[in-house]
């Protein structure tokens, strides 16, 4: 299939899946379902559960492993958004053209949509359709989307972003940074694919969890760059949010000549990872075409 | 061991697993770190902890797999404080006598030690040390423990108390509030140590978990209770806080007599439904004259 209608197809797969998912939580507290629907279907990308499809096709891994990896994966993400987006965090009003959760809903119901989020990728993981060996590997998947959700990625990162708000950091913590907040969930698509594929050689996997990595910080530096020359319609925010909030971004420590440069090496880094696999990558190298030149 | 030396046996065991975990955790991003450990040892009760080993005394299952069962739970009580007392929710500044968490830090730092203190819950359980048995049963507790987490339980709990909070609610309706808010989480203790006992009988496994239902319903009367005619320096927090916030409470809908006897009922059928086990229970009907009859 083209990499373009692969994508919608998969795009597709995903919003109707975890749309299932929200149809099938009973009405008691429904304020907190709708949030929680808001939160999980107001038009995302669905660039992580792109990455974990196109991994899994490389090695076989059955299709509803993928589809119930990529469900967790969207609540954790989804629920990240909802909390970094509170008037304590970035405050900000719109996301993606629509106005954010705590906007659309209230501050109390975010914070619990986000809760609420969280805990149902857990709930995913350890409940929903898998494989016999998806099955198996339920709480090594549960051990690595909590790591990489955690202190120790994801809320961790999120923290330092805040502390080095209005400060000066250096390009190296900058990248320490984004590895977690961004990064480390990334990383995660790519970890836990390769956690329900068997007899994958090592080497393979820590060269997909590479690649990922790799991703991670090029979409974070395409981040930066857009939101000084993006077009504020296409990405459904207003330019210079970053600046506004006192953000270190790669374009303001580097130059936007560089910042760019590093995105083009970050690609090519990515491009060398996919290189050593025995596999078919070339989809994955679309995936990592559409990351680095993506505008929205 | 007499009864009290082993809460206080429990409780310090628990304090010290807890201790450990908070300082295993890098350095990367300290403030959000003192701010996970302020919430997670600011001196709580351990009631959950108590009631998991008193259970798993019973039933002879392995200490580690009860230690690891009360600091998974301990991570999920402690981050639903914190975000309960944030301004947007209950806006509460004391917790235990000590500053709530956005107080002793700031709001977004407390939004996020709740964050990774919730994704803590979930590492424990897939990573610490259970016994075989236990180890085996790892993805069936993250199961039970998100189910009563989340919209199903807790989160679910709270939303229908934010919508019930200023309105006048049914008996019925603010016993199904409580059964979510509070009393989910304390069935699931239950559950998962069912869930590590080899050859437990279905009623006795339902009886245990009804014995923690009422146990949940009973400590959240109390509560109410307690908020009217208790002793505020031993609650470590004024008196009237739930009339203050438009809270509905057991004594404000039946009165205070009727509620005192509602609690009195409760305690009778929790003792009824330990009658039902062959097993030794004194220590737990223990446990459910500490739960009605405790002053803070």
Redesign the interface.
Known sequence: MEFLALHQQIKQQTDDALSQLMSM??A??P???AA?RHALLAGGKRMRPLLVHLIGDTLDVPRRDLLTISMAIECIHA?SLV?DD?P??DDDDLRRGVPTCHIAF????A??A???L???A??V???YPMSELGDAQ???L??V???S????GM??G???D??ATGESISVAALT?LHQ?KTGALLCACAEMVTLVCEDLADDSRQALIEFARLMGLAFQVQDDILDVEGNAELIGKPLGSDEGHGKNTFPALLGMDSAKRELASLHESALQALESLPYNTDHLAAFSELMVKRDH
């Open positions: 939580l009973p008691h507290a304020r907190l379902q929680m629920y909390h509170l304590a965090m209230d501050e109390a119901t914070i619990l986000g809760d609420a969280q805990t149902l857990f709930t993981l350890a409940d339920r709480a090594k549960v051990s989307l909590a790591k959700a955690g202190y120790l809320c961790g999120q923290a330092i805040l502390a320490q977690l």
